[in-house]
């Protein structure tokens, strides 16, 4: 597993390729092929599409890991949080 990096996030954007926050965690997540593990909480589900797709970087190729996300519950602003979900499933071929 994973150690807990704490900061602020960079200025750059992890959609675009280079650097990802997710790396570190999808890396982990390759080392244990077909375990789901919570990967992030976040206010837009659409994390879960990023990683399937291999809109992140780290995430390619896409098909490579399956992600879900559920609804977790709501800020104080009444903003939805999500649970993002991901597994390693392998290259496809």
Same mark, same amino acid.
């Given at each position: @597993? ?5 900061? %602020?996030?960079?200025? $750059?954007?992890? !959609? ?5 926050? =997710?790396?570190? /965690? =999808?890396?982990? =997540? !390759? ?14 589900? %659409? @994390?879960?599409?990023? /990683?399937? $797709?291999? &809109?992140?970087? %780290? *995430? &390619? ?5 399956? *992600?879900?996300? !559920? =609804?977790?519950?709501?800020? %104080?602003?009444?903003?939805? @949080?999500?649970?993002?979900? *991901? ?7």
């Amino acid at each position: @597993m994973t150690d807990v990096e704490w900061g %602020d996030p960079p200025p $750059t954007n992890a !959609r675009s390729g280079g650097y990802s926050v =997710l790396g570190p /965690i =999808l890396k982990a =997540l !390759r080392e244990k092929p077909g375990q789901w593990a919570k990967v992030a909480s976040s206010t837009t589900s %659409d @994390m879960a599409g990023g /990683i399937k $797709t291999g &809109r992140y970087v %780290d *995430a &390619r190729p896409a098909g490579a890991f399956e *992600a879900t996300s !559920r =609804l977790a519950g709501r800020t %104080d602003r009444g903003t939805a @949080m999500y649970d993002v979900y *991901a597994r390693y499933v392998g290259e496809p071929s």
